[in-house]
């Protein structure tokens, strides 16, 4: 299983920014497709972004969509979600997400590998 730590959560008052990143511990992750999910105090895990092993194929929660941008850098392992014009509703832990076999899904139990997860609050 591969070690995922994400880093870059913190506060940020409404219509400002945040970036997020994740380390993957393997190489090999730069082969997989990885992701974003988010979980507020209360609320079931729910998908943010996801974006496949090469980069080209981008996907977006209709909630995050023209506002979040996910890329990845393989010679890194790694892959970042730009966060702009964050409002309340935006605050969660959010979760690096790998999985060995997919493509995409919206769906937490579908993926495989997971982080700790990074405290994201926006507050005024």
């Known amino acids: 299983q591969v070690h995922l730590v994400e880093s870059g959560g913190g506060l940020a008052q409404p219509g400002g920014s945040l970036n997020l990143s994740c380390a993957a511990s393997?190489?090999?992750?730069?082969?997989?497709?990885m992701g974003w999910f988010r979980q507020a105090p209360g609320k079931e895990r729910e998908f943010v972004a996801s974006?496949?092993?090469?980069?080209?194929?981008?996907y977006y929660a209709d909630s995050v969509t023209g506002r979040f941008t996910i890329s990845r850098d393989n010679a890194k392992n790694a892959v970042y979600l730009r966060m702009n014009k964050v409002t309340p509703e935006d605050t969660a832990v959010y979760f690096c997400?790998?999985?060995?076999?997919?493509?995409?899904?919206?769906?937490?139990?579908?993926?495989?590998?997971w982080g700790q997860g990074t405290q994201v609050t926006v507050s005024p």
């Open positions: 974006i496949s092993w090469n980069g080209y194929n981008t």
């Open positions: 393997e190489r090999t992750a730069s082969t997989y497709a």
């Open positions: 997400t790998l999985d060995l076999t997919l493509e995409y899904s919206d769906l937490a139990s579908d993926w495989g590998s």
